[in-house]
């Protein structure tokens, strides 16, 4: 359904507030080019320079294990998505799509599992061919018992925000300190873990794109410019 | 006569019986209601005794997916109308609320702090979210009845 391009920002390391920023620009810009059926659509990528811990709705940490946290050397960032705590640091591609499901007539779930569907294509395209999705609550994309890639979205007058984190070579010791996405007995894991080899966020990007692409039946733009 | 029985029929509460009551009489509060009412935002209001009952349609709880968690205000909160007013979290999606009208918050649907499914199993019904004063019953007029929603939904759905 040509949808018109969507605007791809590749922010490279960057602190995870500014990823935030810059999304917040993208969501303005696509609520203001709706009344104008302007195409408004962005997809901004980035690779967190610092680690931060961030929840949702719900799974704000208390007092005494934010101090413990903190105490670790990483930030602590509200964000307001579905999903519990999680992990976003260095060696993790954090993509976030502003996308308009109304002109895409897409519902909420559905997104969510085409955001599903895109980790696993890229999976599947970097040869980890037993990546699967599962049903909620263990939204997110999993080899066997151990979750590679994390979804937590938002959705206001339809437009999304927030969106995925792919662990790339992310050091994975981070997650010890909470339970990921409140999942008790779950494991996380890594495309480097899972290849055997260093796998970069650089190494990703492009066959994120292109599944990208492939999911959401768009072309892509390049820009520096959220579009505001 | 008509005089006293406009009298006893407002102490008996029955405002509506004009016809009987004199036509001289001081203009009455009667209690608001309404059948309910939709927004382009897939919101529900029913208003009754002058406070709406607010909720989310078929239709939204359809595309959002099991509600898992339901973020609502606190008591006394005051909306205008469009303001957004809480969240609804459903697989892994934060979803916003948006008020249908200006008014303060009466009540909140505690059930759905250990039962947030019964927005997707009763949206029009036990899955009520708020409770609101209506500040303002012309923004009623605004909204959408029954048939023009169900005509909305099938403009978006094609």
């Known amino acids: ?228 | 006569m008509t005089g006293n029985l406009s009298q006893v029929f407002r102490a008996l509460g029955l405002f509506g019986l004009k016809k009987f009551g004199s036509a001289s009489a001081a203009p009455v509060q009667h209690s608001y209601r309404s059948a309910r009412k939709f927004t382009d935002k897939h919101e529900w209001i029913s208003v009754e005794n002058s406070i709406g009952t607010v909720g989310i349609s078929n239709f939204a709880q359809e595309a959002l997916g099991d509600v898992v968690y339901c973020s609502l205000p606190e008591i006394g909160t005051k909306l205008s109308k469009h303001d957004e007013f809480g969240a609804l979290e459903s697989v892994k999606a934060a979803s916003e609320l948006y008020s249908p009208l200006s008014g303060e918050v009466t009540e909140i649907n505690d059930a759905l702090a250990d039962n947030p499914g019964l927005v997707n199993k009763s949206c029009y019904q036990d899955g009520w979210l708020i409770k609101m004063t209506v500040e303002n019953p012309a923004e009623l007029d605004e909204l959408m009845n029954e048939d023009a929603y169900e005509k909305y939904i099938k403009s978006i759905e094609d």
């Not at chain 1, 992310?170 to 997650?175: A, G, K, N, P």
Request: aromatic share 6%.
């Open chain 1, 1 to 228: 359904m040509p949808q018109g391009p969507v605007r791809v920002l590749r922010l490279g390391l960057r602190p995870y507030p500014d990823a935030l920023r810059v999304q917040e620009r993208c969501v303005a810009a696509a609520r203001a080019a709706r009344p104008r059926g302007a195409p408004g659509e962005s997809l901004v990528l980035s690779e967190p320079a610092q680690p931060v811990y961030t929840w949702g709705l719900r799974g704000a940490p208390g007092a005494a294990a934010a101090a413990r946290l903190r105490a670790r050397g990483a930030g602590l960032v509200a964000a307001r998505r579905g999903g519990h705590v999680t992990f976003h640091g260095p060696g993790q591609l954090v993509a976030f799509p502003v996308l308009d499901l109304r002109r895409r007539r897409l519902p909420l779930r559905r997104y969510v599992q085409a955001l599903e569907e895109l980790g696993l294509r890229l999976c599947r395209r970097l040869g980890l061919g037993a990546a699967r999705a599962l049903p909620p609550p263990f939204t997110g994309v999993w080899m066997g018992d151990s979750k590679i890639c994390a979804i937590g979205v938002h959705c206001g007058n339809h437009i999304t925000s927030h969106g995925l984190a792919l662990n790339c070579c992310t050091d994975l010791s981070w997650f010890e300190h909470i339970v990921p996405c409140g999942l008790e007995g779950k494991g996380v894991t890594s495309l480097s873990q899972e290849l055997g080899r260093h796998v970069t966020v650089e190494h990703v990007l492009e066959p994120f794109l292109d599944s990208f692409r492939e999911v959401f039946d768009c072309t892509l733009v390049f820009s520096e410019d959220p579009g505001d």
